[in-house]
Nanobody, 123 residues
């Protein structure tokens, strides 16, 4: 069992930056691939970024490539999402998730999910 708690969301102006954190419980964090997803009002949850168990490989959605960076610190049981050059269309609730295989863009391949953190980008 893994519990995930996101933090770092908030209100930021377009062009600004935020860093999301996702802290995981348990001793097996290093055995999980991690992903970030987001869901805007009235829209389906969409993939944002994912990283392998070791943190050595990453994958990004085209919409965030070059602006967002996912990283994983197995010593701190934490995964991060650094978000730069934010746009109003990045406004959403951001969720982190843990899975056994990855990095995967498919929500169904993640076993554990956090409660989400709100990111709002004003124009």
């Amino acid at each position: 069992q893994v519990q995930l708690v996101e933090s770092g969301g908030g209100l930021v102006q377009a062009g600004g930056s935020l860093r999301l954190s996702c802290a995981a419980s348990g001793r097996t964090f290093s055995s999980y691939a991690m992903g970030w997803f987001r869901q805007a009002p009235g829209k389906e949850r969409e993939f944002v970024a994912a990283i392998t168990r070791s943190g050595g490989s990453t994958v990004y959605a085209d919409s965030v490539k070059g602006r967002f960076t996912i990283s994983k610190d197995n010593a701190k049981n934490t995964v991060y999402l650094q978000m730069n050059s934010l746009k109003p269309e990045d406004t959403a609730v951001y969720y982190c998730a843990a899975g056994r295989s990855g990095p995967s863009i498919r929500p169904g391949e993640y076993y554990y999910w956090g409660q989400g953190t709100q990111v709002t980008v004003s124009s």
